[in-house]
């Protein structure tokens, strides 16, 4: 599996921006789980949200719960993090990750997915 964000930017507190990750080596109609982590610099990564292919089951952190919004395109085999509201605290490198082999979401630690992509800032300034 090949896993490519994008959608980083620098944005105002109390902007919005929405990330894209391109997945690639699977398809939607396999039981995959989707997620999102982030890591701030001298921070450990944190996991935020995630989706399964199966029937678009999402789960949150409650830390961007009620601000970010996960969703998927099976057509184009693509996973989106919508962010809305965003604070300084949420300038981080954010992760793409995948696991197979499950239709209902995981703990959402790093340990539980095996496939990751690159990485894309965000940078929120205050």
């Known amino acids: 599996a090949h896993l490519v964000e994008s959608g980083g930017a620098l944005v105002q507190t109390g902007g919005s921006l929405r990330l894209s990750c391109l997945v690639s080596?699977?398809?939607?109609?396999?039981?995959?789980?989707i997620g999102w982590f982030r890591q701030a610099p001298g921070q450990e990564r944190e996991g935020i949200s995630e989706i399964t292919t199966y029937d678009c089951s999402t789960d949150y952190a409650d830390s961007v719960k009620g601000r970010f919004t996960m969703s998927s395109d099976h057509t184009k085999n693509t996973v989106f993090l919508e962010m809305n509201n965003l604070k300084p605290e949420d300038t981080a490198v954010y992760y793409c990750a995948a696991t197979f082999g499950t239709d209902v979401v995981v703990e959402l630690n790093e340990l539980e997915f095996d496939y990751w992509g690159q990485g894309t800032q965000v940078t929120v300034s205050s």
């Open positions: 080596g699977f398809t939607f109609d396999e039981n995959w789980v």
